[in-house]
């Protein structure tokens, strides 16, 4: 698509160019959305992170035809005054900065809920405050378990949608008890987006909340041991690429009965682009951004990259694909989960008309296809290199 600056929004008005200050734009989400934004559209983007290495490629040479119209600051947002500037001088903030892995909810609680309330805390401050508007990222997870999880295992009623769809105005949240430290994240979450809702209602903030579904694709997270720690416990898509990768049995936690719906990231960012382009159609409203129609238990997407591997890399897949390991097992004490994940769509239709279109399997042949073309042959030579040594 053109840049030209007869791009209109989705009401027919001409859209001008926009200064946004984007927090955690080093991240998975941020580097794609900081890439959208770049190729097909004028907004300057002043990306906040601790870390560049994924925007990289956005930020040099000097030559490349955005060159100006995004910036880098270095900064941690627990403790930079420089935040409140770079938000007074911005149009529209959008907030994905968070830890948000599930291995750190029960084994680093208190950064969790550091990092997903009071850290962002300032970020709504310096909005409000300052009459900006705010595009926060919060998750689905703070719907916790559905209704259905309650009933018993073969109650028809499971069946029914109106016991597992998850809307943005109707569905109760509903997590574990304390000690299972896996809802620190969620229930951080959770309040944040109550304050940001109360920021909106009692002081006029305008803001958008977006509550992705498990969004997958390239740059999500790290290889363990390549480009990341080795004894680190990514998501799940690069658990699975890891043990792709080396050859190993994926690792099904809980016998992998769990059921998620996965997005491709570039579909999800297109939802994210018409959010910051139409402020009168997307302030004031919570969106999930999911792809009801790509469901599958945590044992189903581990077959599937199963295949979808072997036929990008052109390698047979090896005799056990997958092994059941237990949860205190893989993530330690004080995990749960969330047990099924299908977000209800109207409210993003109605207002944005934006729907997913990518299938899980085209979804895994893209990024596996980025997995391997990245990372096999350096996992080949860290294989090696102890039998070398
Ligand atoms: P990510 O970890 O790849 O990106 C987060 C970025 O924030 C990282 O680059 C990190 O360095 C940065 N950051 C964290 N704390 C910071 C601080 N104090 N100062 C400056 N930068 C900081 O995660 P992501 O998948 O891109 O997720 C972005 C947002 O979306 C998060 O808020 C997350 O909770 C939410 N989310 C994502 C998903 C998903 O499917 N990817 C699902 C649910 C919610
Ligand atoms: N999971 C798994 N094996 C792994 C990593 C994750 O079985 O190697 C499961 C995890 O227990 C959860 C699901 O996969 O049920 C999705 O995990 P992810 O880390 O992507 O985050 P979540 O969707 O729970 O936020």
């Known amino acids: 698509m053109s840049s030209s600056s007869a791009r209109v929004d989705l009401d027919?008005?001409?859209?001008?160019?926009?200064?946004?200050?984007?927090?955690?734009?080093?991240?998975?989400?941020?580097?794609?959305?900081?890439?959208?934004?770049?190729?097909?559209?004028?907004?300057?983007?002043?990306?906040?992170?601790?870390?560049?290495d994924k925007i990289k490629h956005l930020l040099e040479p000097d030559s490349l035809p955005w060159a100006g119209r995004i910036q880098f600051h270095r900064l941690n947002i627990k403790n930079d005054?420089?935040?409140?500037?770079?938000?007074?001088?911005?149009?529209?903030?959008?907030?994905?900065?968070?830890?948000?892995?599930?291995?750190?909810?029960?084994?680093?609680?208190?950064?969790?809920?550091?990092?997903?309330?009071i850290d962002a805390l300032p970020v709504v401050k310096y909005c409000s405050e300052n009459n900006k508007r705010l595009i926060h990222f919060s998750t689905c997870e703070v719907y916790g378990k559905t209704i259905g999880s309650f009933l018993p295992q073969d109650s028809p009623l499971r069946q029914d949608p109106a016991y597992y769809l998850l809307t943005e105005d109707t569905s109760?949240?509903?997590?574990?008890?304390?000690?299972?430290?896996?809802?620190?994240?969620?229930?951080?979450?959770?309040?944040?987006?109550?304050?940001?809702?109360?920021?909106?209602?009692?002081?006029?903030?305008?803001?958008?909340?977006?509550?992705?579904?498990?969004?997958?694709?390239?740059?999500?997270?790290?290889?363990?041991?390549?480009?990341?720690?080795?004894?680190?416990?990514?998501?799940?898509?690069?658990?699975?690429?890891?043990?792709?990768?080396?050859?190993?049995?994926?690792?099904l936690v809980d016998g992998g009965e769990s059921q998620r719906t996965f997005v491709y990231i570039k579909d999800a960012i297109e939802a994210v682009h018409l959010m910051i382009e139409n402020p009168a159609r997307a302030n004031?409203?919570?969106?999930?951004v999911g792809n009801p129609n790509n469901e599958v238990t945590v044992r189903q997407l581990a077959e599937m990259m199963t295949k979808v591997y072997s036929k990008v890399s052109g390698e047979d897949s090896i005799e056990t694909p997958t092994i059941d390991v237990s949860s205190k097992e893989f993530y330690g004490e004080g995990y749960d989960d969330s047990d099924k994940r299908i977000p209800d769509m109207t409210i993003i239709n109605k207002q944005l008309g934006w729907d997913p279109k990518t299938s899980l399997w085209d979804l895994l042949e893209s990024t596996l296809t980025y997995q391997h073309r990245t990372y096999a042959e350096a996992v080949k030579q860290s294989i090696a290199k102890p039998l070398a040594n």
């Open 12 to 52: 027919g008005n001409p859209i001008n160019p926009l200064t946004i200050c984007m927090i955690g734009a080093g991240g998975f989400i941020g580097s794609h959305l900081c890439e959208k934004l770049m190729t097909e559209t004028q907004h300057t983007v002043l990306a906040v992170d601790v870390y560049n």
């Open 81 to 117: 005054s420089r935040l409140e500037g770079l938000i007074k001088c911005s149009d529209l903030t959008v907030n994905l900065a968070a830890i948000c892995t599930p291995a750190d909810y029960n084994t680093r609680p208190l950064d969790t809920i550091y990092s997903n309330f």
């Open 172 to 251: 109760p949240c509903i997590f574990g008890s304390i000690e299972k430290q896996r809802w620190s994240y969620a229930c951080a979450k959770q309040l944040i987006e109550r304050l940001i809702y109360a920021e909106g209602a009692e002081n006029g903030l305008e803001f958008t909340i977006v509550r992705p579904f498990n969004w997958i694709g390239p740059r999500m997270d790290f290889i363990p041991g390549i480009d990341g720690p080795s004894e680190g416990v990514p998501r799940v898509l690069a658990c699975f690429s890891n043990n792709l990768l080396r050859r190993e049995p994926l690792k």
């Open 284 to 288: 004031g409203h919570i969106f999930n």
